[in-house]
């Protein structure tokens, strides 16, 4: 049982280059969130799918999109990144986005804009 | 918005207790109050939560005063793997995509 699943786990990309971080949970949840984790600070919520077919914002949404592809996959995109978006970059998931639920991480994706 | 303050860092011997405090002064009746860890850059952890009375299940204890504006998180015989980053997390509305994640205590369990 793998759970949430991020890759890559490592990356370097140039100022205005594009990427995309891949994301899937094996638990058949029905909601999926991406975070991302400055040095020093505490996670900062990016967008959120609260089912299949439903994104939303979060708190810091500004340069990135989402797709909710299936129920397993969620994938983070960058389309031209920047020094800012320097961070490491974590993807959950919970059942269904309710109060009392616990929260999955994947294992990160640091991710190095130059 | 039920934000959370914690102390920045607290040191524990090997065996004795973690006993990790959390002030929720602002936190609403429908509010939960959920703990994570998160070990040298790993994904955070899910510890435990409350919303009014104690919590205890096979990795802590949770110890919610009574007006519920702080909480006491409670490791009974810490082990240097329990070493992380904990962070006492507040929502607002009710949902797991609110959870507020402040910069959390750094606990070094001492051999």
């Known amino acids: 049982n793998a759970g949430v699943t991020q890759t890559p786990k490592f990356q370097v990309l140039k100022t205005g280059q594009s990427m995309t971080l891949q994301c899937a949970q094996d638990?058949?949840?029905?909601?999926m969130y991406w975070y991302r984790q400055d040095p020093g600070m505490g996670l900062r919520l990016i967008y959120y799918?609260?089912?299949?077919?439903?994104?939303d914002k979060g708190e810091v949404p500004n340069g990135y999109n989402v797709s909710r592809l299936n129920k397993r996959e969620f994938s983070l995109r960058l389309e031209s990144a920047a020094p800012s978006q320097t961070s490491v970059y974590f993807c959950?998931?919970?059942?269904?986005?309710?109060?009392?639920?616990?929260?999955?991480f994947g294992s990160g994706t640091q991710l190095s804009v130059l | 918005d039920a934000k959370t303050t914690q102390p920045p860092s607290m040191d524990c011997a090997e065996g004795r207790a973690a006993n990790l405090p959390c002030n929720h002064s602002?936190?609403?009746?429908?509010?939960?109050v959920y703990w994570y860890r998160q070990i040298h850059s790993q994904g955070p952890q899910y510890i435990i939560h409350?919303?009014?009375n104690n919590e205890t299940n096979e990795m802590a204890s949770l110890i919610i005063t009574e007006d519920r504006k702080s909480s006491t998180l409670i490791l009974p015989h810490a082990t240097l793997r329990d070493t992380a980053v904990y962070y006492c997390?507040?929502?607002?509305?009710?949902?797991?995509?609110?959870?507020?994640f402040g910069t959390g205590t750094l606990l070094a369990v001492q051999p």
């Open positions: 959950a998931s919970s059942e269904s986005g309710q109060a009392r639920e616990k929260l999955f």
């Open positions: 638990m058949n949840h029905n909601s």
């Open positions: 799918s609260a089912s299949e077919g439903t994104t």
């Open positions: 602002t936190i609403s009746g429908n509010e939960y």
């Open positions: 409350g919303l009014k």
């Open positions: 997390i507040g929502t607002f509305g009710g949902a797991t995509n609110k959870l507020i």
